[in-house]
Structure formats: structure tokens, C-alpha cells
């Protein structure tokens, strides 16, 4: 019998994903990518006779869907779907698999950490030292207190809660806001908001949610105005969750203190963009799941859900298993 042709647009050197990969071929046929990003035709081409797609995060909609016939189930190793319109794939039958949960507390060190270094200033610090100012300390400039600050929280999912944990062993206050009331608002004594509470009162504002027709751009020029000017805006989300000329013009007049940013819109930014020249911005190249055992844990999840889905099976985790 003829193996199912799977092809992989992710493109990845990291030998613990490609072992991961690797044992996609004993039941595929697969068309794995690698070098330089396919163009636009060349995956047209590979998706005429592909029955499975490992995706490297590619734009997915109909017209592209409509070069893929034999398609029956797209994964990547990825919480969130926001790059695939799940409505043109459940029509024709396409299940999608992604990888929520296991990459949760590696996204919550990621955030948290990211908090921690703009609240204490970590990345000037270093600057500092390595520019031989060391001696001078006492001009280094001073950071904030987390204890007792408030965090609010936008999407309160389990990286949510799982950021909320570390914040409260710092001691901060919590409130958040959130489609519905968590469950576990009760153990972090956090309280539910609307998103204007949480604007005006959060020292510290950390976006979480999808991005979804609601949630695009989200954070504007109203809402960087409700802000406390002494305020840290945390994206951890998607680029687009903010409107990033926005953020720039609440930056520059001081509207909010500082922003860091796991994500940006573009991503990646270009060379010459005004968020790269400002000091109280800190940017990190969306790595919010980047560790070796998370990142080879979403691959295991992404070629499980790739295999069942394939040969009918239920899949581990699947975004429309209706379709
Ligand atoms: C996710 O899992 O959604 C991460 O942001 C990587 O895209």
C-alpha cells in the first residue's frame, strides 16, 4: 500500500525535533523543506498531492487550499492558529492539529522573566558593566518593586494562571480579564475586571489572548491613554493584539513607561524601526516556548496529531475535530 504523502514546511536544524520528525517516515511519504522558505508557488506545488502539512506557520486560506485537494490534516507545533482560516478547513474536511499545554510553563518563565528584567532594568545592567561603568554604580538608573505592584492580566488562560503564580510569589496583586471568570482566580486571589479597571489600575498590563477578529489591535491610542504613565505593557499574545504606531506615539509621550515585547507587528520588525532605538523597550524574538524539552515536547505532540489525524485516529489535540 501506498504511504500518505506528508509534506513539512517547518524548517528546523535542532536534532531533537528532527529525531521527532524522523519518525513520521517509516509510516509517510515525506516532503520535508529545508534551506531557504518555500516561495508561494513552490508550495502550491507541493500541496497538489499532499494528504498531511506540518507548517512552518504559513498564511492558510482558501484560495491556498485550493491547490490542495488531498489535504485531510494540517499541524504545527504552535498554540496558537491564528495564520490558518479554521473555517475554510473545516468545510473541506481538514482537521488541524496544534500543541497547547505543554508549552505553558516555559511561556510563563519566558513572560515572567521578561516582566522581572524590565521591572529591574537587568539588560541596562548589563550594558552598564560591559560598557566599564560598574564603578560608577551609584548612577545606574533604579528599577521598580514587583512586591505589591499590580498585574493585570489580559487572557487568562493556563499561561495566565501559570504567570500569575510566579507573580504572587513575588508578591504582586492580580486582576485580569478574561472571556469568562478562571477557575483558579480563587488559589491566585486574583480578581475579575473589565478591561477598563484593568487599564487604569495595572502597574503591570500582560497580554495574553489570541489573536482573533476581537482582539486585533486591541491595545490603541484609547487605551494606552487609560494607562497609569508609569505602566509596563508585556506582549506575550501576538504582535497585532497592539497597535504598534500607537505604542510608539504612548512610548515617546510618555503615555506609558515601557514595553516588552515577545512578539511585534511586523514580526520581525524592520532594521529602521523607531521600537528598535528606544531605551525603555525591551524585545525578545518570539521565544516564548524556545527550550530544547518544550520545543522537542510541541514537535512529539505535532507528529502525533499528524499520524492520527492521517490514519483516522481521534488526534491529541485538535482545533476543529468536527470537520
Ligand atoms: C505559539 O505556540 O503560539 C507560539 O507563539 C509560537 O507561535
Redesign the pocket.
Given at each position: 500500500m501506498n504511504k500518505p504523502r506528508v509534506i513539512v514546511t517547518q524548517r528546523t536544524t535542532h536534532e531533537g525535533l528532527l529525531a521527532e520528525l524522523s519518525r513520521l517516515d517509516e509510516h509517510c511519504d515525506v516532503r520535508r523543506a529545508s534551506g531557504a522558505a518555500l516561495t508561494h508557488d513552490e508550495l502550491k506545488n507541493w500541496l497538489q498531492d499532499a494528504e498531511g502539512w506540518i507548517t512552518g506557520?504559513e498564511k492558510i486560506d482558501a484560495q491556498l487550499l485550493e491547490s490542495a485537494q488531498k489535504l485531510r490534516v494540517i499541524c504545527?507545533?504552535?498554540?496558537?492558529?491564528?495564520n490558518i482560516d479554521v473555517a475554510a478547513c473545516t468545510s473541506r474536511h481538514i482537521r488541524i492539529g496544534?500543541?497547547?499545554g505543554v508549552?505553558t510553563e516555559a511561556?510563563a518563565d519566558l513572560g515572567y522573566g521578561l516582566l522581572l528584567a524590565a521591572a529591574r532594568k537587568i539588560t541596562e545592567g548589563w550594558d552598564y558593566v560591559r560598557g566599564g561603568d560598574f564603578g560608577r554604580g551609584e548612577a545606574f538608573p533604579f528599577g521598580v518593586d514587583l512586591y505589591d505592584k499590580i498585574l493585570g492580566i489580559v487572557g487568562m488562560g493556563q499561561i495566565g494562571v501559570a504567570i500569575a503564580r510566579r507573580a504572587r510569589a513575588s508578591g504582586m496583586r492580580i486582576i485580569y480579564h478574561n472571556r469568562k471568570e478562571s477557575a483558579q482566580a480563587g488559589e491566585l486571589q486574583a480578581r475579575y475586571v473589565d478591561m477598563n479597571e484593568l487599564l487604569t489600575e495595572s502597574d503591570f498590563v500582560l497580554l495574553l489572548t489570541?489573536l482573533t477578529p476581537d482582539t486585533r489591535k486591541l491595545i490603541g491610542a484609547e487605551q494606552f491613554t487609560l494607562m497609569k504613565k508609569t505602566a509596563f505593557l508585556i506582549n506575550?499574545?501576538?504582535g497585532l493584539v497592539v497597535d504598534t504606531d500607537a505604542l510608539v506615539h504612548a512610548l515617546q509621550t510618555g503615555k506609558i513607561a515601557f514595553a516588552a515585547l515577545?512578539?511585534t507587528d511586523p514580526e520581525p520588525l524592520p532594521a529602521d524601526h523607531p521600537l528598535l532605538k528606544m531605551d525603555h523597550v525591551l524585545i525578545s524574538p518570539?521565544i516564548?516556548?524556545a527550550t530544547n524539552e518544550t520545543r522537542t515536547r510541541?514537535e512529539r505532540l505535532t507528529v502525533d496529531n499528524l499520524l492520527a489525524g492521517i490514519f483516522g485516529r481521534p488526534m491529541p489535540q485538535c482545533v476543529n475535530p468536527d470537520a
Open positions: 506557520g504545527q507545533p504552535s498554540v496558537g492558529y491564528d496544534n500543541t497547547p508549552l511561556t489570541p506575550m499574545a501576538r515577545d512578539v518570539h516564548g516556548s510541541m
